[in-house]
């Protein structure tokens, strides 16, 4: 096992990730271990510790980036610290919590191998993915959460309504928690749903290395979905490595800011071998969660029959057929697959990705899950309430107040922009040659060394107010409780690199009621939702919760190059 | 190559994208987005009598229906309603006008429908690069295959122009012939 802890290189800690002394020692004890003069140990992760991204052998460089780094430090945690005395991350386990339940949750550096690589990266309470949470609706529950990383860091409760100032966000609904502080949490579950939990610093480092779990809100309604023989946790996700290992992440800004950090290697809930086995007749509920920083996956499930039942925060009005499930970073999807004959099934990720050298598709089939269908024959109600698509008339009714507001004219105008500068020239040549055609969706990250030089200092993404052209932080709309809004958000193909958002709104619920002024059919609310390239999306918000909130890109590398902006909604008067 | 890389470093050290006013990449009420950004001509090729002076265009849009941002077919490929309009011709006296769809290699085609005195149509199609082809068929037979009739219009899919760098641009050095393009 090599030990890295006696490498020293006099950087200014200072100028690293900011880690106090105190925090550090803190982080120290926590792990258990002795390091005789830890400022001495700091091991370096300067411009030497970038090791070159992976390319397509089949690409030729671009001329003037042969060599070339990104201009920011590369940070991989744990340097200096012996990789031996770092726990082991074991698989996520379910905790389930009761109203008014307490529970800790302990932020620190686990051990993971990774295709073959002694990799160290961070885990909730030692697990990947976090500790699955299940949770009662309406019940609120109390997570104190200790940070033992040498980050600071927060944890946002994605997508769910509740008290503001628990939300997570560093400067806006609290402070960031310093390396050894902690903070208390109460959370509280309004909706039934499929949710998330994560970081909301540094997300393009925190989240990649590991930090994220679920929290199932489970509903009070009796038969809330139809019968399934299982309900499986089915967390998406990629990771950058090469021969050596993870690639570093940028130390003081995010690297791959144009297109963010697409991995090379899938995973699901965090295993990049994940399998399942079922018998014939078997109705595998897949609770899925995207938690990759920028990849949108589109799951097939190898031929078998797959019915769409929910969303971000709660059920479609309607069950439907799907042939995939598009899923966006922060999204979440619940559907039912039957696996009515034996033999392996491959869920894989299904794109057509660009080859930018040639100006061509080409299909790209990533195995994300092989699913083994035995010959025993499993029971047969699930199977045969599978073939019948149920209309959710609870969710109908409750959509169907909201209605009359759906063809108002939008009270916001909102546009999805870019600007670059300081790009190397070569960058900038090529994307600009090659901007005649954009696809509305980016599946693969087709420039990767373009893509990875490019960091937050020299890429802005900018959410606009096209009526007052205030851009990200310059903005704060202020709403009243029980407001309805209705947003366009218009994603502007002529952009020095356009590319589709999935934009997320903290602390309420939206309806998507129409894309490209078609009006959907099926609706469900929603928390995040992808506006693709040249698309405008419409959608009303339901002002329900007060509190100083975020709107941003869920792409961590686009939230942490700029796109957010902030909303007030003021308590209703009693 | 040094002089565009200069040109290149003028351009990068300069703000792009919409907050400059006089940038025609700037941002503007009438940006084209939508449908209207994946929008494409189709051409005439004069071949046809009465199709001279026509033009014609086709746009892409979402899929009514899809619970997505974006509708796919199973192997990913983006699945639009392609419509398809014809303008400034007259109707042929003899024959069908059918709108065909063919991927560049033109190893599929699909058949999209007959005009009728509208001279619009609308289909779904599923493939991310395509072209559309518009015949003048002695019958109109809706399990045709492929077209036997003079093109008289033809267009692709914005799609292609999508830029191929191989043995040109930045990549002038480049053989194109080990990319698969030239003998
Ligand atoms: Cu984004």
């Given amino acids: ?574 | 190559m040094l002089f565009i890389l200069a040109a290149a470093a003028l351009f990068s050290s300069a703000e792009i994208g919409g907050s400059n006013p006089t940038s025609n990449i700037g941002l503007t009420n009438c940006v084209a987005g939508g449908p209207a950004y994946y929008r494409f001509r189709l051409f005439t090729t004069r071949n046809v009598p009465g199709t001279g002076l026509a033009t014609g265009s086709a746009e892409v849009s979402v899929i009514e229906g899809s619970p997505f941002s974006v509708s796919l077919s199973s192997d990913g490929s983006y699945v639009y309603d392609l419509q398809i309009s014809l303008e400034r011709m007259r109707i042929p006296a003899q024959g069908h006008l059918v709108a065909w769809v063919t991927t560049p290699e033109i190893d599929h085609i699909q058949r999209i429908g007959a005009f009728d005195a509208d001279l619009t149509l609308v289909a779904p199609v599923a493939w991310n690069k395509f072209i559309v082809v518009i015949t003048l068929e002695p019958i109109n037979d809706p399990t045709a295959t492929t077209w036997t009739g003079p093109i008289a219009f033809r267009g692709m899919s914005r799609s292609g122009l999508m830029h191929t760098m191989a043995g040109h641009g930045v990549f002038d050095q480049e053989n194109c012939a080990i990319y698969g393009y030239g003998n």
Wanted: charged share 20%; with cysteine; glycine share 8%.
């Fill in chain 1, 1 to 574: 096992m090599p030990s890295t802890d006696t490498a020293t290189d006099g950087r200014t800690p200072a100028a690293k990730i900011s880690m106090k002394c105190s925090a550090r020692s803190v982080l120290v004890a926590a792990i258990g271990i002795l390091i005789p003069s830890f400022l001495e140990a700091q091991q370096d992760t300067v411009r030497e510790g970038w090791r070159m991204v992976p390319m397509d052998p089949n690409m030729p460089m671009m001329p003037g980036l042969e060599g070339a780094v990104p201009g920011v430090s590369a940070f991989l945690p744990g340097l200096g610290i012996n990789f031996a005395t770092i726990a082991e991350a074991r698989p996520s386990e379910l905790v389930t919590l009761a109203d008014g339940d307490t529970l800790d949750i302990t932020v620190s550096l686990v051990r993971r191998e990774l295709q073959g690589h002694e990799t160290v990266m961070f885990g909730y309470n030692g697990q990947y993915p976090g500790p699955m949470l299940q949770v009662p609706e309406d019940a609120t529950v109390v997570v104190r959460v200790a940070n033992q990383i040498e980050m600071p860091t927060t944890i946002h409760w994605h997508g769910i309504r509740l008290e503001n100032q628990f939300d997570g966000v560093p400067g806006i609904t609290q402070a960031a928690i310093q390396s050894g502080d902690s903070f208390t949490y109460e959370v509280y579950v309004p909706d039934a749903g499929l949710f998330w939990y994560h970081p909301h610093v540094r997300e393009d480092v925190q989240q990649d290395l590991g930090l994220f779990g679920n929290m199932v809100v489970t509903p009070s309604e009796a038969d809330y979905y139809g019968p399934a023989s299982r309900e499986v946790a089915f967390v998406l996700d990629d990771i950058l490595m090469d021969d050596s290992g993870v690639l570093p992440w940028g130390e003081t800004a995010p690297t791959h800011a144009l297109m963010g950090r697409f991995g090379n290697v899938m995973m699901v809930n965090g295993e990049t071998d994940h399998t399942l086995t079922a018998q014939t007749g078997e109705v595998i509920r897949f609770l899925m969660t995207n938690v990759a920083n920028s990849r949108t996956f589109n799951v097939t499930f190898g031929g078998a029959p797959v019915k769409l039942l929910a969303s971000d925060v709660g059920r479609f009005e309607r069950e439907q057929w799907i042939e995939s499930v598009v899923i966006g970073p922060a999204e979440r999807y619940v559907v039912d697959v039957l696996f009515d004959q034996p033999g392996n099934f491959v869920i894989a990720n299904t794109i057509q990705a660009v080859n930018h050298f040639r100006g061509e598709f080409y299909p790209r089939v990533d195995t994300l899950s092989v699913v083994t269908i035995t010959d025993e024959r499993a029971p047969s109600v699930a199977s045969e309430r599978f073939q019948t698509l149920r209309t959710h008339q609870t969710v109908v009714d409750e959509i169907n107040q909201f209605r009359p507001h759906f063809g108002r004219t939008p009270d916001y105008d909102l546009e999805t922009t870019v600007r670059v500068q300081g790009l190397n020239p070569s960058i900038v040549l090529t994307m600009e040659a090659d901007t005649l055609f954009v696809p509305p969706m980016e599946w693969n990250d087709a420039m990767p060394m373009a893509n990875w030089l490019s960091t937050g200092e020299q890429v802005t993404w900018i959410l606009r107010d096209r009526r007052t052209g205030a851009e990200n932080q310059e903005i704060n709309w202020q709403f009243d409780q029980g407001d309805l809004v209705k947003f366009r958000i218009f994603n502007t193909p002529e952009s020095f690199h356009p590319m589709n958002h999935p934009i997320h709104i903290h602390g309420q619920r939206f309806l998507v009621i129409a894309l490209d002024g078609v009006q959907s059919q099926n609706l469900v609310w929603k928390d995040t939702a992808i506006v693709p390239v040249g698309s405008m999306m419409d959608v009303l918000v339901e002002m329900s919760n007060p509190g100083r909130w975020m709107l941003h890109c869920h792409i961590a590398e686009h939230l942490h190059t700029g796109m957010s902006l902030n909303f007030t909604v003021a308590e209703a008067s009693p």
